[in-house]
């Protein structure tokens, strides 16, 4: 289950972000978003700051979610307040 979802971890774009539910969704285990968390937890080398919570929100607290929120914003991202702009950012797989 984590291998799987590591490699959709790994194909999300530079500029682009995906939910944890979609990464789940993706690798075949939907409403697995919670194993995503921890498929990202015990992975090095994976663009984690691409992967954000439900409605473009960071849920990473402290130092960890402004890290994640400024290396977004040195790709491109856009925010509207506190969240992404998934309108505009969110990763679609052809």
Sequence with gaps: MFARMRAVIAKVPRGRVATYGQIAELAGYPGAARQAVWALRASK???WHRIVAAGGRIALPGENGLDQ???????????RGTRVRMDAHEWKPG
Excluded at 69 to 79: H, I, Q, T
């Design 45 to 47: 080398g994976l663009p």
């Design 69 to 79: 929120r400024l290396r977004l914003e040195n790709e491109g991202v856009k925010f």
